[in-house]
């Protein structure tokens, strides 16, 4: 996969990138001249730690990087500890995402951001939900200060769930988008084996799986796609002869290449697409009545 990411790198964007379905349907048309395992850019990262508040309209600069764990933490004990809780030292610990805490959820009026305790026993996803639903959401911790004020919230004999979560998968280009399109098997805990790096199967409907690195594959590209504008712009010509049929294709082809040229002539050397907007009779041009000229 390395070869691969470098090769995107150097010659497109990065290895591809899936946001959404609109994404994974553009990635399936693949399908019809690829028949076998392609990389894209989702690659295991044991520490991509990421907010359920994901808003970064949320943080300042570095406030999404701030950690404050416990010595020896986060040691994701048995590959299982992806969600994190505060200690009541007010240090943070990760911890099984299926163990029952009580949540500290937040919420933002404005400037102002306030943390409430909810004094009832849930799961991280639980707890995920319930903050979403009655509050902002479940707590981003983003300084010192913040995390005082979650500390003079919490039980002080309790472990208090925080918005804190590990996904271990983390795409090539550094962004965060959490849509994915795994086989139903996966995707497989790493662990110690090489196979961290994630393929599309287009013999398997487009499946993602994960696959050893050092394996050799076809890969997949990405490049940003500038935006086209459109515009329709209505013209009037006057035939040099009676005979000349202006809604001939020979003419209309031949008329659009003197309106490009003519583009050209006044420096607009960009990518330019010019066509002919048909009417409701199928024609292009028509005569003006009261002018006694053809008209677009």
Known sequence: MAEAQRHCREKHIDLATVRDLEDLNTLNTLKRTIHSRAWIGLYHYVDNWRWSQSNTSSYEPGETEFRLWQAGEPNNYNNKENCSAMLPNGEWTDIICDDPLMPMCFDISGPIKTFV?????????????????????????RNLEENQMVLNEADPANWAWIGLFRDPWKWSDGSDYSFRNWNPVEPREPDGSFETCVAADFSADGQWET??????????????????????????????SSSLDLNDPVVMEDLLKKLKQRLKDQGLNGDVKLSWKKQWDGKVFHKEEKKRRDEL
């Open 117 to 141: 305790h909810i004094r009832t026993w849930m799961t991280w996803t639980e707890a995920q939900s319930y903050c979403r639903e009655h509050h902002t959401d479940l707590a981003s911790v």
């Open 211 to 240: 696959l050893d690195c050092n394996e050799k594959a076809a890969f997949i590209c990405y490049n940003v796609v500038p935006p086209v504008s459109k515009r329709v712009v209505k013209v009037r010509l006057v035939k040099s």
